[in-house]
């Protein structure tokens, strides 16, 4: 026999993606070892003003890709 369920749809859901990766994940391991705030201040005179792009990020998503292939 089949049932029906009432389907009452959220706006919003909540979703952390920090708790969502497992504590022993590659990457997390490689951000507590791999410190990149060093790159803020090396890189101040050669980026943009208001740029975008986070130069940690940038370097961070490098690295990845680095690891990745």
């Known amino acids: 026999m089949q049932g ?3 389907f009452t ?3 919003f859901v909540s979703v952390n993606l920090v708790d969502m990766v497992p504590a022993d994940n590659f990457y997390r391991r490689v951000a507590n070892e ?3 705030h060093f790159l803020r201040k090396a890189t101040k005179s050669i980026t943009a003003k208001g740029s975008e792009i986070d130069d940690c990020f940038l370097q961070n998503l ?3 890709w680095l690891f990745e292939q």
């Open 34 to 36: 791999l410190d990149l």
């Open 62 to 64: 490098c690295t990845r």
């Open 9 to 11: 749809p959220q706006l």
């Open 4 to 6: 029906k369920k009432n």
